[in-house]
């Protein structure tokens, strides 16, 4: 496998807080990989400068050879880098069809779209039974089913996921794990950024643990699972 995205000495500051310092990973195509750690840690913010949210302060953010660093998060999504955030941010006022077909509002191949919009649809059951449900009545794990698959729509390369578990119940976690492990098998690169420790390491091939805004272990999913250090600090061993 080759790396889609790599990023190097990646530095990000809000003001005189480095929230980021300096950290190198990379995401090989055809995978799932993980940087996980605690709250406040960096990992939203390490996607946040992926997207081009917010600027880095240094380092390098490389998709495909191409450099990301100066591009704006618009030219970011059509490259196919596409995110899903923290929180969902889905649009309550909408309806769930309306949600999801503005995940294809740049796409230009309006024939494949429903189509897309149908294996999405077939990948989440409850949201072809609340098609036409405004979004804001969905379930927490609903809106985060819709905020996955509106990000489908968009035909991403590389899926970015920022803490898809957080506030939902554990067997709502569990399915919408057993979704992204569906989806890599179709084919999809995911990198996702996780508290769930345990649940991350599960279903990733490679992580990374950032702690106050440095990477200081990294390695397979299941060696990190098993890593003393990770299991004392994150597992509850």
Known sequence: MTAL?????????????EAVQGIDFEVE???IRTLVGANGAGKSTTLLALSGLVP??????????????RLPT??????????????????????????LE??????????????DLER????????????????GNLSGGEQQMLAIGRALLARPRLLLLDEPSMGLAPLVVQDIFATLRRIN??????????????????IARYGYVIES?????????TTLMNDPRVIDAYLGG
Request: charged share 25%; glycine share 12%.
């Open 185 to 202: 098998r179709d084919g999809l690169t995911v990198f996702l950024v996780e508290q769930n420790v345990r649940q991350a390491l599960k």
């Open 56 to 69: 880095a302060k240094a380092g390098s953010i490389r998709f495909e050879g191409e450099e990301l660093t």
């Open 5 to 17: 995205l790599r990023v190097e000495g990646l530095r990000v500051a809000y003001g005189h807080i």
């Open 213 to 221: 805004g440095k990477v200081v272990l990294s390695g397979a999913g």
């Open 120 to 135: 999405v649809l077939n990948l989440f059951p409850r949201l072809h039974d609340r098609i036409d449900a405004m979004a």
């Open 74 to 99: 618009h030219r970011i999504v059509e490259r196919g880098l596409v995110q899903v955030a923290e929180g969902r941010a889905i649009l309550t006022t909408l309806t769930v069809r309306e949600n």
């Open 29 to 31: 195509s055809g995978e």
């Open 102 to 115: 503005l995940g294809a509002y740049r796409r230009r191949d309006r024939g494949a779209i429903a189509g």
